[in-house]
């Protein structure tokens, strides 16, 4: 069994551990490629190892463990490349235990997706000798990952770092493209039917990777073999969702695989044994038969690109791999709790801030507890206090106890800094400010804007809204499917009689609201207008559903607007895919804007998520 043991005794006097220094592993197996992606690596890595031609994928990274000498090494794959600056990329040592597995996102050459398929990842060796998944998990579990939570549950887990600079290319053949889209979408949906029963969904379309399962099974016509890993996609999904797989784990074997390909799907399309020439003719005409299919019997909503549209898709990266606030919270809080000094809450915190920003209730409650382990200062504790009160308030269970012990401790609650839902808060026309009769804090809405179910899980920080100030929250259009940093105001209502029509002074890149449909041609023009001056425009691109009926007024003013402008424009099946499949979190450029205007803790949060959702260059 595993124990909770730290890193190497020689590193524990450093702070940070960089990848650089940790012994790598290349894994290879039938990649025709890999001998040149490993040259490739050598050049970068001289001391790399490679491991090559283990079958099973639990059995290859057992390999890579025994093939190093101490506690750590990094696994690439063999479709991966990597930016030599990520060698540079740093992990706090104090993170760094034999139950953490460290991941750095790698992008899809085919579909532009950030996701854990191909990542590099730094592993305790330990980790990777104890663990049984894939071909050496328990008959009776599902095993198609390294389910790092699982190894022993509520202490293991994984974490995922900012840094972006790796590069993964699945499909240089076609054997090889179908291989990757039909495994990740079996593995894809068996995850989101789990997550159906762990979290009592309505369906599996609502689990969190359900967007990602729609990015393998949309995108990817333009890229060389493409059209392979969106066939076997949604081969994989259909396969899967109307059980005609006996065993989902088949997947973990590739001359299963290699038998499906060779049997089933290659005579049709081609010669068996031969990488084409292809009848793409009857691939495409197939592809469309199983969107079909998915859209009307799996209630899914993928769409249809060409090669041009797929390569701007790609191109414009507008799809972020949005963390799992749950994971920053949990690895956080096992980090606090490891030992209890004031040092671990300190290394934990900036996982709380993540997970906070990101409306997740616990991590409210765990930012308190850094504040009361850091010291016992009088400006600690009522630091505390707010987060456990606004923990209270998204009903976490843990923060009414703290709150009492403050209280007997002589910390009261600061009137000025109230800690409530933003819903329950009053919510005013931006025209009826004058009608005012209340006291405290309100939120004022623009007159296009409507009040949306984020406003539940969200407590807005009245400190940033002291002397008089006002902030902003961004909202969601319905009409062109963007997040537009304007609509949402917050302030003390004294500052709103005085001043109504007062901007903000900073607009949190978080959504509270939604901008309704246009009424007239008239107001379509001022939201255009509107886009515009906020910056919604400045990049040239607006998404729209081809059959709105203020569609034109809108473009016309835009084109106005853009001298020499282009503006995109969608089909509603397509402009319904990217409402589904993009994330409705603001870009990257939103949450620095804001931090430049905000208090230096506030800031902090806030590019920490950025660089958590959007990535950084290493």
């Known amino acids: 069994m595993i124990k909770h043991t730290p890193i190497a005794q020689t590193r524990q006097d450093e702070e940070t551990c960089q990848l650089g220094d940790v012994p790598f592993v290349f894994l290879s197996y039938d990649e025709p490629w890999a001998d040149w992606n490993w040259r490739d690596l050598k050049s970068k890595v001289p001391t790399a190892m490679r491991v090559h031609g283990v079958k099973g994928l639990d059995a290859c990274h057992k390999a890579a463990a025994n093939a190093v000498e101490g506690q750590w090494l990094v ?160 081969l994989g999904l259909l396969h899967h969702a109307q059980r005609q797989l006996q065993d989902p784990r088949c997947v973990n074997d590739y001359g299963w695989l290699s038998e499906l390909w060779s049997h089933d799907v290659a005579p049709r399309y081609g010669l068996a044994g031969t990488d084409g020439p292809w009848r793409w003719d009857w691939l495409e005409d197939d592809l469309l038969k199983m969107g079909d299919c998915i859209r009307a019997d799996l209630n899914f909503p993928i769409a249809e690109f060409d090669t041009v549209q797929s390569q701007w898709l790609v191109d414009a990266d507008l799809l972020s791999a949005t963390p799992a606030a749950s994971r920053h919270d949990a690895i956080g809080y096992l980090t606090m709790m490891a030992a209890p000094d004031a040092h671990n809450a300190e290394v934990a915190r900036p996982l709380f801030d993540v997970a906070r920003t990101l409306d997740h209730p ?75 009769d209340i006291d405290g804090y309100c939120f004022v809405f623009d007159k296009a804007v409507q009040p949306t179910t984020e406003m539940e899980k969200h407590v807005p920080d009245p400190n940033l809204c002291t002397d008089g100030r006002v902030i902003g929250y961004s909202c969601y259009c319905q009409l062109t499917s963007q997040i ?103 870009r990257k450029q939103a949450f620095l804007e804001a931090a430049d205007k905000l208090d230096e803790d506030t800031a902090t949060a806030l590019i920490r998520t950025a660089d958590a959702v959007w990535g950084r260059l290493p």
Not at 371 to 382: K, W
Request: glycine share 8%.
């Open 484 to 586: 537009i940093h304007s609509g949402i105001r917050f302030g003390a209502v004294r500052t709103f009689l005085d001043a109504p029509d007062q901007m903000p002074y900073a607009v949190l890149p978080k959504h509270l609201g939604e901008r309704r449909q246009p009424k007239s041609r008239k107001e379509a023009a001022l939201f255009a207008e509107s886009d515009f001056n906020s910056g919604i425009l400045s990049e040239n691109v607006v998404i729209l559903a081809d059959d709105d009926t203020y569609r034109h007024a809108y473009l016309a003013a835009a084109e106005t607007l853009l001298v020499n402008g282009k503006i995109q424009t969608w089909p509603q099946g397509h402009a319904e895919w990217l409402r589904f499949l993009n994330p409705r979190i603001a």
């Open 75 to 234: 696994t690439v794959d063999a479709d991966t490349r990597l930016d030599p600056r990520l060698l540079k990329a740093t992990v706090p040592t104090a993170l760094m235990h034999d139950l953490f597995r460290f991941d750095w996102l790698s992008r899809n050459q085919v579909n532009g997706l950030w996701s854990g398929n191909g990542s590099v990842k730094l592993w305790p060796t330990r980790l990777l000798q104890e663990m049984q998944t894939h071909e050496a998990a328990p008959d009776e579990k599902v095993s198609m990952d390294h389910d790092i939570g699982g190894v022993l549950p509520g202490r293991s887990g994984q974490i995922t770092r900012p840094e972006r600079g790796a590069y993964t290319d699945p499909a240089r053949t076609a054997l090889h493209g179908f291989r990757a889209g039909y495994r990740e979408a079996v593995f894809l949906y068996q995850l989101a039917i789990e997550e159906v029963d762990r979290l009592s969904l309505d369906g599996w379309q609502q689990a969190s990777v359900a967007r990602i399962l729609g990015v393998w099974c949309t995108l990817g016509r333009h890229a060389p073999n493409g059209h392979w890993v969106l066939y076997g996609a949604r």
């Open 362 to 436: 616990s991590a409210f409650h765990n930012t308190g507890l850094t504040y009361l382990r850091a010291c016992q200062a009088s400006a600690s504790r009522e630091m505390a206090d707010w987060y456990f009160r606004a923990a209270d308030a998204l009903g976490n269970p843990h923060a009414f106890g703290k709150i009492e012990h403050l209280r007997a401790d002589g910390v009261f609650e600061d009137k000025n800094r109230p800690a409530r839902r933003a819903c329950d808060y009053p919510t005013v026309p931006a025209d009826k400010i004058k009608s005012l």
